[in-house]
């Protein structure tokens, strides 16, 4: 695994620096300085995004936290860490994951439950992602001129549907942990792993048999990731260069389905400015002008998530520091 990160890591950091040595800097620049201090309002804006995702894992948390110990206030600001973990830092955009279940035991809840919901949060995603990109395809066919061939991005889909079904079955009859730990435990030479694991799939079956909380979280998932399309909007009205909601759409969708496809890269460093440069292509938009939404996309990155990590790595720190004080 940690081959891979860096394989991808180095792979794509080599494929941005090709990308940026190509470009024209000081168009690039040029167009970047148009957006000016208003380029801050991505920070407060992505707040949507982390509220809608909050909301929907805060669903799935109802039955193991009755007494809400840890509220939306609280699922937020892990949410924003999980995001920041994924995006900043070398962790195959899985680490996030483990970082939630932890937080959320910092609250008392039990670590097997919370680990079923952030499992469910996941293949909600793939298939709010797969749903955003089919729109984002059949959007890019519909403006696409006559002499434009996209079909295969429609065949690719096709071929693709079958995943979050066949995930989601997997969960549901298929004791995919107990088998995992039954096959893993003798190699690891563990002897309870397996009752943690049968323990994790019979949650995981619990949540999916919650249907009104999973069309909830998914349809909230969906609309963050359409909601985030907006950001592609402004920032192109910023630099000067307005489009409709349709072309937003289709970057933004098709944006998203790459960096998920591409999660061994850590950032996606070289992948999104190399998907926006060719959506950008595809929608009239110059490679400066796609570098330069990318560029605003890494910003707005950096600001929302530096100071959820380092909020994070106080807590952490604090609570280090009272366990150290604690008489043995």
């Not at 035991?105 to 952030?118: I, M, N, P, Y």
């Not at 295969?152 to 979050?164: D, E, Q």
Request: hydrophobic share 60%.
């Amino acid at each position: 695994m940690k081959f891979a990160i860096y394989a991808g890591g180095v792979l794509g950091l080599t494929l941005l620096l090709v990308l940026l040595w190509r470009a024209d800097w000081t168009a690039m620049l040029q167009l970047a300085s148009r957006g000016g201090w208003s380029l801050l309002w991505l920070v407060p804006y992505r707040a949507l995004y982390f509220l809608l995702y909050a909301l929907g894992w805060r669903r799935l948390l109802e039955p193991y936290d009755r007494s809400a110990r840890a509220g939306v206030a609280y699922v937020f600001w892990v949410t924003t860490v999980r995001d920041a973990v994924d995006r900043l830092l070398p962790v195959a955009s899985i680490g996030g994951a483990f970082v939630g279940v932890r937080l959320l035991r910092w609250r008392g809840l039990a670590g097997v439950a919370v680990s079923a919901t952030v499992i469910i949060e996941v293949l909600l995603t793939v298939v709010a992602l797969y749903i955003f990109s089919a729109l984002g395809v059949l959007l890019l066919l519909s403006v696409a001129t006559p002499g434009q061939q996209y079909h295969r991005l429609l065949i690719g889909l096709v071929l693709a549907l079958p995943v979050p079904a066949l995930l989601a079955l997997l969960l549901r009859y298929g004791s995919v942990f107990r088998r995992l730990a039954s096959l893993l435990g003798p190699v690891l030479g563990i002897s309870r792993v397996s009752e943690g694991a049968a323990a994790l799939d019979q949650e995981l079956r619990a949540c999916l048999r919650r249907r009104a909380a999973l069309l909830f979280a998914g349809a909230l998932q969906l609309l963050a990731f359409v909601s985030a399309a907006f950001e592609v909007w402004l920032l192109l009205r910023l630099f000067g260069h307005p489009v409709g909601v349709v072309p937003a759409l289709i970057m933004e969708s098709l944006l998203q389905a790459l960096r998920h496809a591409a999660f061994m890269v850590p950032a996606a460093l070289g992948v999104q400015e190399a998907g926006l440069i060719l959506l950008g292509h595809a929608l009239g938009i110059s490679l400066e002008l796609a570098l330069a939404v990318s560029l605003a996309k890494r910003m707005r990155e950096l600001l929302c998530g530096l100071p959820a990590l380092l909020s994070w790595q106080w807590l952490e720190g604090r609570r280090l520091h009272a366990l150290s004080e604690k008489p043995s």
